[in-house]
């Protein structure tokens, strides 16, 4: 019943600009946390950012200056504001949240990902 839908991926230039969604749906009382993965081709997934319910946020030291990782409660969405794309970032992005539902169990939901291709 609970569901993760990233969007936003796509191909863009080096230097370019992308923002990721994801938005969370279904029998929901709360998110406790939302964070961002991505997989490299051929490489391991990695933990990218999170953002928690009290308003922590991190984010790894390797984009830190170029990803900007925020939230809207109301719309039960998380985003990734990613600037000055170089081309390892090409990945595919996913989202994870641990979520508490409306019965007041606690759930761990991955999207299905989204392609970010940075190439000229």
């Known amino acids: 019943q609970v569901q993760l839908v990233e969007s936003g991926g796509g191909l863009v230039q080096p230097g370019g600009s992308l923002r990721l969604s994801c938005a969370a749906t279904?029998?929901?009382?709360?998110?406790?946390?939302m964070a961002w993965y991505r997989q490299a081709p051929g490489k391991e997934r990695e933990f990218v950012a999170t953002d928690t319910r009290d308003g922590r946020k991190t984010v790894i030291d390797s984009v830190k200056d170029r990803f900007t990782i925020s939230g809207d409660n109301a719309k039960k969405t998380v985003y990734l504001q990613m600037s000055s794309l170089k081309p390892e970032d090409t990945a595919v992005y996913y989202c994870?949240?641990?979520?508490?539902?409306?019965?007041?169990?606690?759930?761990?939901?991955w999207g299905q990902g989204t392609l970010v291709t940075v190439s000229s």
């Open positions: 994870n949240a641990r979520v508490v539902t409306t019965d007041y169990s606690i759930l761990e939901v």
């Open positions: 279904g029998s929901i009382a709360g998110i406790s946390l």
